[in-house]
């Protein structure tokens, strides 16, 4: 039985398997050694065992086995045929839940993966168009079909890629990507295959064109930052927008990264996300996805200001030259991250008054906006701390911030500290995270001592809390 089995094997593969001695020696039950840990293994048939059970046991449909052992039908085997089991893993390791559809995710990738087709995965998504799967979208697989371990990968084969090239590449045998991938002749594979690699082999080169794209948190919220990182090629050039907003990226020594925010305003619903690769050979991948934005829950909240107070919001061209000057102090960009943790608050105090909550002053004059920080109650003279490393932008004093500093946190994060009592530092001063660099205080269009942090990403405001348990890009 052994013997018919290799005889309707491809040629190219008993060849190359006969030359490299990788024919299965005999074993007890399972020979889970080499073969298990490299994806495939071999079991020896038990009295009273079929392919059908052997279907349950392993978790694998029969045709999988009937094909990976090139035989047209389950028919009555032997006790003691060697037959092959692709990828040779157990239900621990697979994952039958919903997977949620990331930035570098293509759907015919994701099928791939998991052994189905293009056509079943969107069958049972009832997704018409592909290209309409946005990020962060739950995509159900069929628990009926058998799913491919989490430890292999999928690659789009790049013009100078085969499978014969890719199987040196990551050190394993090409029969076995070739049984892997269901390929009968690996020269047959054009450019822009789609083949499956062990995640966990010694990889000797990354395969040409992959790339990893990952972007949290997701979905979007109003009002709060997102963090793109891109891994998987050797000094690339890295563009992108969301909503066709310009997104900035930084590049480190193993990844590029880039953090930007989402408007306070935006209304919930799908957005546009680009993104474009291009890797030191001149290869470009274009990655265009939508993203959903939800709501960021916030609040509202009524102020009761002073007449002397509230003429200082009443007055239109006080506030927007105010609120210019903010804004040209807290935006720009800087290539490089000064932060390598999460962000720390910057003073002990209580927070009173979160970012994005609308707020009505006075109701009676109708000035309506949102709150574009978060407030910390705290006694005069309490200590104010850089929550990152830093630089000074800009210190003084404004009408409605009170005595302010900014620091700029390099990738176009800028924090910005309003109604403190002192400063401590100066325009151009190099700060680290935990450093004292103000007081709290009561200056400017204020109710009670506080420190207002304020932080700004790519020229959006967005909330700071979220820096302080998220860590970007």
């Known amino acids: 039985m052994t013997h018919r089995f290799i005889r309707v094997l491809p040629a190219y593969l008993v060849l190359i398997w006969h030359f490299f001695g990788s024919t299965p020696s005999a074993v007890a039950q399972t020979d889970s050694g080499s073969g298990a840990a490299s994806g495939v293994t071999v079991h020896i048939l038990q009295q009273g065992e079929t392919i059908e059970s052997l279907s349950a046991l392993f978790r694998i449909p029969v045709a999988r086995i009937l094909q990976a052992n090139g035989l047209a039908e389950s028919i009555d085997l032997q006790v003691g045929t060697r037959l092959i089991i692709p990828l040779g893993l157990t239900t621990a390791n697979y994952d039958a839940d919903n997977i949620e559809f990331g930035l570098g995710d293509s759907l015919d990738v994701v099928a791939r993966s998991r052994g189905l087709s293009l056509h079943e995965l969107a069958l049972a998504n009832r997704i018409v168009n592909p290209m309409s799967v946005y ?105 992108g ?27 919930p619903g799908l957005f546009p996300i680009h993104v474009q690769v291009r890797d030191s050979n001149g290869a470009i991948l274009d990655i265009d996805r939508n993203i959903l934005v939800i709501s960021g829950h916030y609040q509202s909240e009524d102020i ?61 004059n109708g000035v309506n906006i949102y709150h574009s920080g978060n407030d910390l109650a705290a006694q005069i003279g309490t200590p104010v701390y850089a929550p990152a490393d830093g630089v000074v932008v800009d210190t003084g004093e404004l009408a409605v911030r009170g005595l302010i500093t900014i620091l700029d946190h390099g990738g176009g994060v800028y924090s910005g ?43 959006v405001p967005v909330d700071s809390m979220q820096w302080l348990r998220e860590k970007f890009p």
């Open 304 to 364: 009761r200001l002073s007449d002397e107070e509230a003429s200082l919001l009443n007055n239109p061209l006080l506030v927007a030259q105010e609120n210019a000057y903010i804004a040209s102090k807290m935006k720009g960009f800087t290539p490089n991250y000064n932060w390598a943790t999460l962000f720390q608050m910057p003073t002990a105090g209580v927070l009173t008054s979160t970012f994005g909550t609308t707020r009505l002053y006075n109701a009676a």
């Open 417 to 459: 500290f309003w109604h403190q009592s002192r400063i401590l530092v100066n325009p151009g001063d190099v700060v680290a995270g935990g450093q004292q660099i103000g007081m709290v205080g009561n200056t400017g269009l204020s109710t009670a001592s506080h420190l207002h942090w304020e932080m700004w990403v790519d020229g």
């Open 241 to 267: 927008s969301f909503n066709n907003y310009p997104i900035h990226f930084v590049t480190s020594s193993d990844s590029v990264g880039g953090v930007f925010g989402v408007d306070r305003w935006t209304k």
């Open 135 to 239: 990020v962060g979208q739950q995509i159900a697989i069929p628990e009926s079909v058998q799913l491919r371990p989490r430890t292999w990968i999928v690659v789009r084969l790049s013009e100078e890629q085969s499978l014969i090239t890719m199987a040196l590449d990551l050190g394993i045998s090409l029969p076995e990507l070739a049984l892997v991938n269901e390929v009968a002749d690996p020269m047959t594979l054009a450019p822009s295959s789609l083949v499956i690699t062990p995640g966990n082999s010694t990889t000797k080169a990354v395969p040409a064109g992959f790339i990893l794209a990952r972007i949290h948190p997701v979905p979007l919220e109003q009002g709060r930052s997102a963090g793109i990182l891109i891994t998987g090629t050797k000094n690339p050039v890295v563009t």
